[in-house]
Nanobody, 116 residues
Framework: QVQLVESGGGLVQAGGSLRLSCVAPGSIFSLYAMGWYRQAPGKQRELVARISSGGSINYADFVKGRFTISRDNAKNTVYLQMNNLKSEDTAVYYC??????????WGQGIQVTVSS
């Protein structure tokens, strides 16, 4: 059973910062890309940022310049540093990896709430 364990969400004022973490099994983490998605109420789940096993990074346009994704291979952990948060960043954030299967693996989701 592959589990992705997220932490670091919470409530923050607009303009503030949070850092999300996601720990994955080492057998998965070292081989596959890791990503963060989010889903706001009434909206579809959307990609926030993605980092390949080799370190190549992609960001959604709406977070460029504000969010930074990184990975620590020694800790099997991917991070999402979120700065200058806006109310529209309020959502449940999910860690994801394709993990070698069609549907991939998802974390349980973690709430991020930005108050204006």
């Amino acid at each position: 059973q592959v589990q992705l364990v997220e932490s670091g969400g919470g409530l923050v004022q607009a303009g503030g910062s949070l850092r999300l973490s996601c720990v994955a099994p080492g057998s998965i983490f070292s081989l596959y890309a890791m990503g963060w998605y989010r889903q706001a109420p009434g909206k579809q789940r959307e990609l926030v940022a993605r980092i390949s096993s080799g370190g190549s990074i992609n960001y959604a346009d709406f977070v460029k310049g504000r969010f930074t994704i990184s990975r620590d291979n020694a800790k099997n952990t991917v991070y999402l540093q979120m700065n200058n948060l806006k109310s529209e960043d309020t959502a449940v954030y999910y860690c994801y990896t394709p993990g070698g299967r069609p549907l991939g693996y998802w974390g349980q989701g973690i709430q991020v709430t930005v108050s204006s």
